[in-house]
């Protein structure tokens, strides 16, 4: 299967401290996601890209299709303890005609309060 | 509400039993994912059906079943086969309209073999 790194594997950080994590792959994609999930749960969608250069919010979150099509990108601003989960990112590669999403092995957030 | 279901959370099997787990959806989504997450490797695909009646294998399919005969129905089973099946499974569905976003997830089955 595909395989898109993610960096970093985990992050500690202060409350109010801006974050940023990335995850590239080896091949062109069409569309990337990221989602968030917590402890014993399912991830949940926050973002989802469609466009090279994309760059789109959701609240304090932001993220961004690169221009090569190979990576992307999420911040977060002034982080709140809530926070806390793990984020993943996914990819669709151009040539997949199944919808079927490759995962990043996923950040670890940890926000001291 | 509309959602999908997955159950039961939490799942305990000796070894060399065969389990299945349950997945649900009412969200009238096409396709339905299952995929195993372990920690610090994300998540990998097993299984991924796109219509009743037919599912594919994803990276991982060895020692795992599927069937797919409701579109609201996705069981997996683990089966004996499977040499290392502790891990936390996630089912997933998709709409296959176009412009549909990503994945919904179930909130996952933890699989432990006592």
């Known amino acids: 299967g595909q395989q898109l790194n993610q960096s970093p594997q985990s992050m500690f950080i202060q409350e109010g401290e801006d974050v940023s994590m990335n995850c590239t792959s080896s091949?062109?994609?069409?569309?990337w996601l990221w989602y968030k999930q917590d402890p014993g749960e399912g991830p949940v969608l926050l973002i989802a890209?469609?466009?090279?250069?994309e760059l789109t919010s959701n609240g304090r979150l932001t993220a961004q299709f690169g221009i090569t099509r190979k990576d992307s990108f999420l911040n977060i601003s002034a982080s709140i303890p809530s926070d806390v989960g793990i984020y993943f990112c996914?990819?669709?590669?151009?040539?997949?005609?199944?919808?079927?999403?490759?995962f990043g092995s996923g950040t670890k957030l940890n926000v001291k309060p | 509400d509309g959602g999908i279901t997955q159950s039961p959370k939490y799942l305990f099997r000796k070894e060399g039993q065969n389990v299945t787990l349950s997945c649900e959806q009412n969200?009238?989504?096409?396709?339905m994912y299952w995929y195993r997450q372990d920690p610090g490797q994300g998540l990998r695909l097993i299984y991924y059906?796109?219509?009743?009646?037919?599912?594919q294998k994803g990276d991982i399919a060895e020692g795992y079943s599927v069937s797919r005969e409701k579109k609201e129905s996705f069981p997996l089973t683990v089966t004996s086969a499977q040499k290392n099946p502790t891990a936390f499974y996630l089912c997933?569905?998709?709409?296959?309209?176009?412009?549909?976003?990503?994945?919904?997830f179930g909130s996952g089955t933890r699989l432990t073999v006592v």
């Open positions: 997933a569905s998709r709409s296959e309209s176009r412009g549909a976003i990503g994945y919904t």
């Open positions: 091949s062109i994609f069409n569309t």
């Open positions: 890209l469609y466009k090279a250069g």
């Open positions: 996914a990819g669709q590669p151009r040539e997949d005609n199944f919808n079927k999403f490759y």
């Open positions: 969200l009238n989504h096409d396709a």
């Open positions: 059906s796109q219509i009743v009646n037919d599912f």
